[in-house]
């Protein structure tokens, strides 16, 4: 299927696991972020990448880590799960081939909870 | 640094109710905004988007403009529906960075 798809949509973790969260897109757009959602904070950013191999630290990105080795793909791994990190979590990317401030397209998340 | 920043909710309207969702933001450049639009249980989808100043952004009877110099991007509806009824957020992109306000959430009651 065409577009950005995350997996699992659902998760429950014990604390102290690792867990990878994947996101997957079809269009080969070149930057691609992730966020998680937080009822009274909205969306904050963990990690984006602007292209394959290069990535960047957003607004919250302790326990996180991202890697980006094709293009496609951009899975989050949660080296050792809190229960602070329970929360929804989405992919998005962007085409900077229609200029680098474009908008952004949203997976439909991953409902994440940490026991 | 970049920020946005959306007037608290939950905003509660009757059906045919005009509606503003106030939202500003701080940008150290020329950044590009945008609402979204989350329903229950989705992602979010892009409403309406604006590039430059002055620009209005306009989708499914909702509006926005703009305006560099009160650093705003307001949103409005003349007469909002049931179907409405959603989280909106407000969000600033400058070299690549997609930036959110906190959200708003609106019900419509008929």
């Known amino acids: 299927d065409a577009g950005i798809t995350q997996s699992p949509r659902y998760k429950i973790t014990e604390t102290g696991r690792q867990v990878t969260l994947m996101c997957h897109q079809t269009w080969s757009h070149s930057y691609m972020f992730w966020y998680r959602q937080d009822l009274g904070h909205g969306l904050r950013l963990i990690y984006y990448?602007?292209?394959?191999?290069?990535?960047d630290k957003g607004e919250v990105p302790d326990g996180y880590v991202v890697s980006r080795s094709k293009t496609e793909n951009f899975p989050l791994t949660l080296e050792s799960a809190t229960r602070s990190q329970t929360s929804v979590y989405f992919c998005a990317s962007s085409d900077p081939l229609q200029g680098v401030n474009t908008e952004a397209f949203f997976g439909q998340g991953t409902r994440l909870t940490v026991v | 640094g970049n920020s946005v920043t959306q007037m608290e909710g939950p905003v509660t309207l009757s059906e045919e109710a005009f509606l503003t969702i106030n939202c500003t933001y701080t940008a150290t450049g020329y950044p590009s905004l945008f609402w979204y639009v989350q329903y229950p249980g989705e992602g979010l989808q892009l409403l309406l988007k604006?590039?430059?100043?002055?620009d209005k952004g306009s989708n499914k009877g909702f509006e926005a403009t703009y305006r560099k110099e009160t650093t705003s991007f307001h949103l409005e509806k003349g007469s909002v529906q049931v179907s409405d009824s959603a989280v909106y957020f407000c969000a600033l992109i400058f070299t690549g960075k997609l930036i959110f306000g906190q959200g708003t959430t609106l019900q419509v009651k008929p």
């Open positions: 604006a590039t430059k100043a002055d």
């Open positions: 990448s602007a292209a394959a191999d290069i990535t």
